[in-house]
Every structure is written in C-alpha cells, then in structure tokens.
C-alpha cells in the first residue's frame, strides 16, 4: 500500500462506521426484529455479524434461525428507527472534516436506504453538514455500493476529475465502489470489518480511523 501523500481534489466519505459509531444502532435493530419474531437477541456478536454479512451478501439465517425475509423488514425498519438516537460521532471528526474541507471538496456516500434530507438532518445535529457539498444515499442510486454509481454522481457534482479523487470507508464495499470508479481507496478500522477483510481488497491505504486520514491527503 502506498504510504505517500495523496493528492485530492475530491474526498469521499462513508457515514456508519467512518464518521458515526453505529454499533448500539446495530445492535437494537437486531432486539427489535428479534422481538418481532418472538425471540430474544442471542448475542451481541450476532447483532454486529448481521450488518457485516448483509454489506457483502451472504447469508444470515445460520446466525439468526428465524424467518430471514420478516427478520430484515423488522431489521431495516428498526435501524433507521433508533439510528438517529444510537448513532454517536466519533471523537474529533468535527475537525477532522474541517482540514479535509481545507484540501478537497467533501462528498457524503451512505448506503443507508433513506432521503438525503434525513441525512442532512443527522448530519446538522451533529454540526458537520456544513462540510458536504454532496450527499448520496442508496435511494439515489440504482446500484448502490459496491457499484461506482454513487461516486461518479459525486465526481460530477463536485465538478472534479475523478482521478483527484479518494474514497475512505470502514468498508469492502467502499473500497470495491473506489476501485469500479477509479478513485484512490482508503480503508478505516472503525468500523466493523476487519483489517484481514479490508486488506484482502487491496486499498491504496489503511488508516485506524479517519482522524489519520488528513495527514495523508494534500
């Protein structure tokens, strides 16, 4: 992976994982379908092994042994019930996305299946929407992550080439979505992938977290 400098005049950034903390989101979405179901959460390694599995589209009925069609409708209707209550920022992203927006143009790319005004609802409580001159959720795209679509509508928007640009995102998704565009990747490890995971889609750079992330963009 290359450790240079990169070069942005574009900077693309996840939400769940890369900005917030999702995990209590996660977590209670998973109780509520559960309860739904008349069951109980078995753990809350399920719970975080749920979102895990559904980015990179393999099965979860061996970890939640119920009806997987009526659990996902109660799971997705649960998180973007609780999440704008259980999502946290993480520490110093604030100013973090003020010296990016100091270099590069800021673009928002969430996966989450909801209007981009509730995004900038979310993102005005936490005193960051400022910084996005874009944002693009699923509901935007035909094809969301891990197709390039998403991205290509924010390297037009943002009126930029997309070789200037970066994508950084906890996610396989987000790399794989970088490398269809042809922008440079960068992996974050606060979300909840794996470093082993994250590495095998070979990004240009692995970070701990986004608050790294200005002292390799230039």
Excluded at 8 to 15: C, M, T, V
Excluded at 48 to 72: A, C, G, M, W, Y
Aim: glycine share 4%; aromatic share 8%; net charge negative.
């Amino acid at each position: 992976m290359n450790q240079e400098k990169m070069k942005a005049k574009g900077i693309f950034l996840d939400l769940d994982g890369t900005l917030v903390d999702s995990r209590q989101a996660y977590i209670e979405a998973a109780r509520i379908a559960f309860e739904s179901l008349g069951k109980e959460l078995p753990d809350e390694n399920v719970a975080l092994e749920i979102p895990r599995r559904l980015e990179k589209s393999q099965p979860i009925s061996d970890i939640i042994n119920v009806d997987v069609q009526r659990f996902l409708a109660a799971y997705f209707h649960g998180f973007y019930l609780v999440a704008p209550q259980k999502t946290r920022l993480f520490p110093k992203v604030s100013i973090t996305l003020r010296l990016l927006a100091r270099k590069a143009k800021l673009a928002l790319v969430t996966m989450r299946y909801v209007p981009k005004l509730d995004i900038r609802k979310e993102l005005d409580y936490f005193g960051i929407s400022e910084h996005f001159s874009y944002v693009v959720t699923a509901l935007d795209t035909v094809k969301p992550k891990p197709s390039p679509e998403a991205l290509l509508e924010c390297v037009k928007a943002l009126d930029v080439d997309v070789c200037d640009c970066i994508i950084a995102g906890d996610s396989v998704n987000d790399v794989r979505a970088g490398k269809a565009a042809g922008v440079r990747t960068v992996a974050l490890l606060s979300g909840i992938f794996w470093c082993e995971e994250l590495a095998k889609e070979s990004p240009d750079l692995i970070l701990a977290d986004v608050t790294e992330l200005p002292n390799y963009v230039e």
